[in-house]
C-alpha cells in the first residue's frame, strides 16, 4: 500500500472502531452514579459542563481498533474484543484525567479538563471510578477462562504506567535526562497500554500466550513511536488539530524526546536550549518560539522522526507470522505519521 | 460474652488477621516498580521516608480481619480468603492515599502523609498502583470460576466509594447536610468497601450468592457504625492513638455526623455552631475547642454514639443464620468501641 492509501486505512480502521465500541462505552459510563457520570459525559465529549448534549468525540480511539484488530488478526470476529476495546478506552481516559490533574493542564481536546471545571479533587474521583469501571467490563463480560488472564495484563501495565507517569513528573526538576531514561519513561507511560490493548483483543479472541506476547510487543513498539509523534506535535502541532495550547511543553520545560535528543546533541543550538532549560525564570510564549526552532536546529526534531519511524518498523517486525495485519500494519504507520 | 471480652476477642481476630496477611501483603509491595514500592512500604509502615526498616503497622486490618472471619463464618479454612482480604487491604490503602490528597491532610496513623513527603503527583502515582495492585491479587490468585463476581464486587464497591468520597468533599462547602445525605455518603465512602470484605471473605470460601449478599449487607451496617465512631473520635479521640491531629476535623469544618445532628438538634448550642461552621473566618484551635463542647451540648455526640450502636446491632441482626458468627460479632462491637 501506499503511504496516502495506509493512512487512510488506518483512518477507516479507527473510525470504525470507535462505531463499534461506543454503545458500549457509553453503557459503561451510564452505569456510574450520578455527580461521576456527569463528569464522565463531559469528559468523552458528550456533553458541555453543564450536560447539554454535543458530540465533540472522545478521542482517536487508537487502544479500541488496536484491541479489535488484534482479534481480527487472529481469526476472530473482532466483536469479541469490544469489552477489551471498552475496558482500554476506559483506562486511558482514567490516566489521561489524572495526568491533567498531575501536569496541571487546563486544556485536552480542545476543551477545559475536568479538574480545570470541578478542581482537582473531583477529578481524581472520576479517574478512581474510571479505574474501577475499566476493570468491571472485564469482568462482567469475559469468560471465567479468560477474564483472570485478561485482569492480570490489564492491571500489570496500569503498574507501568504509573511508574512511567511517575518518571515522567520527575523528569521536570531532573537536570538532565538521557535517551535511555526518556524510553524506559516511555514506556511505562504510553507503550505498556497501547501493548495490552494489542494483547486483550488477542486474550479475547482465546489466542495462545506466544501470540498474546507477540501482539503485546507489537504494540509496545507502537506506543513508543505514539508517544514521540505526541512529543512532536506538541512543540510543532497544529493546535487546532492536536486540542493543546502551542508551545505548551516547553513552556512547562517537559523533557519529550525531541527536547532530550537535542540537548545531547553537542550542538551551539543545545548549549542555547540548555541554559534556557536550566534557568529559574518562567518561560514566555516568545521564547517557546525560539526554543523550538534552538531544538530544530539542534537535530531533535529529524531524530524524533526517525526514532518513530524505526519503532512503528520494529512493530510490524514483531507482529506473530500467522497474523493477518493489515489493520495492524496501517495502525502502526498512524502512530508515526499521525498529524493530530 | 461480657463487653471486656468482646473487645478482646475483637483484638486477638485483628491481630491474627494481620498476622496471616502480613507476608502476602508484602509480597503484593514488593512487586511495585522501584519508586512506588518506596513509597508503599512508607505507607504501610515498614520503613521511615529515607527507606531504613521500621514497623508502626499498617493499620488496624479491620477489612483483612472481616474478609477471614466470613470465609471462616461459612465453614471454610479463613486462609482461603488471605488473597481477598489483601486485596481489601490494598484497596483501603489506595483510597486512604488519594483522599489524604484531596483533604490535604498532613498526618496518618501518627506519621507524615505520601503526598506531603513526597507531593501530591507522585501520591496520586501511588493511590493508582494499588488500585491495580489489589485487583491483580484477587486475578492471580483466584479460580475462574470465583474471579469474575469478585473483581466485579469489588470495582464496583469502589465506585461506590468514589461516589462518597465526592459528596464528603462537596458537603464542605455546603450550607447545609441532612442526616438522610450522611448516610448516603458515609455508606458509600466507608460502607460499601467493608461491605465488600465481607462478601469476598464469603466468595472465595464458595459461598451462595444469598449467603454472600447477607455479609455485604452485615458489613455494611458495621461500615456505618465504624465511620460514625470514626467521626467521634476526630472530635473527642486520644491523637496519641488517633495518629490524627486533635481537633482537626472541626478546623476543617468537616460535616461529620456528630456536626450534622448537632447542627440538626434546634438547640442554643446549635444556634453558636452553626455562626461558627457558616463565617468565613478560619477556626482557630481554642475555637474548635469550644466547637467540640457544642457539639456535646446539643446531643451530637450522644446522637453519634447511640446511632453506632444501633448499626452495630442491625449489623449482627442480619449475619446468615447458618454462620458461625464469633468473630463477626466481635468486629461489629469492636466497630463502633474502638478508641483507635
Known sequence: ???????????????????????????????????????????????????????????????????????????????????????????????????????ADRMRRGRETVWSLWGASNAICLGDALHALAIRVLSDALPGATVGTAVTLLESAVVEVCRGQYEDCAFETRSSVTVEEYLSMAAGKTGALIGCACALGAVCAGADMATVEGLDAFG???????????????????????????????????????????????????????????????????????????????GGKRRSEQYADAKAEAAVAVIPRHAKADDLISLAYFASHRNR
Chains 1, 2 share one sequence.
Request: aromatic share 4%.
Open 220 to 298: 509496545r513498539q507502537i506506543g513508543l513511536a505514539f508517544q514521540i509523534t505526541d512529543d512532536v506535535l506538541g512543540i510543532w502541532g497544529d493546535s487546532g488539530r492536536t486540542g493543546k495550547p502551542v508551545g505548551g511543553d516547553l513552556i512547562r520545560r517537559k523533557r519529550s524526546f525531541p527536547v532530550v535528543a537535542a540537548l545531547m546533541s553537542q550542538t551551539p543550538a543545545a548549549a542555547e536550549l540548555s541554559r534556557l532549560f536550566h534557568s529559574d525564570a518562567p518561560i514566555t510564549a516568545a521564547q517557546a518560539t525560539s526554543a523550538a526552532a534552538l531544538v530544530e536546529t539542534a
Open 1 to 103: 500500500m501506499s503511504e496516502t492509501t495506509t493512512l487512510t486505512h488506518a483512518t477507516a480502521t479507527l473510525a470504525n472502531a470507535r462505531r463499534l465500541c461506543e454503545p458500549a462505552l457509553r453503557a459503561a459510563i451510564e452505569s456510574l452514579p450520578d455527580p461521576l457520570r456527569r463528569m464522565a459525559v463531559y469528559h468523552l465529549g458528550w456533553s458541555d459542563p453543564d450536560g447539554a448534549a454535543v458530540r465533540t468525540g472522545w478521542g482517536k480511539g487508537l487502544r479500541a481498533a488496536l484491541a479489535l484488530a488484534a482479534a481480527s488478526a487472529v481469526g476472530a470476529d473482532p466483536l469479541i474484543a469490544v469489552p477489551a476495546a471498552v475496558a482500554m478506552e476506559l483506562t486511558h481516559n482514567f490516566t489521561l484525567v489524572h495526568d491533567d490533574v498531575m501536569d
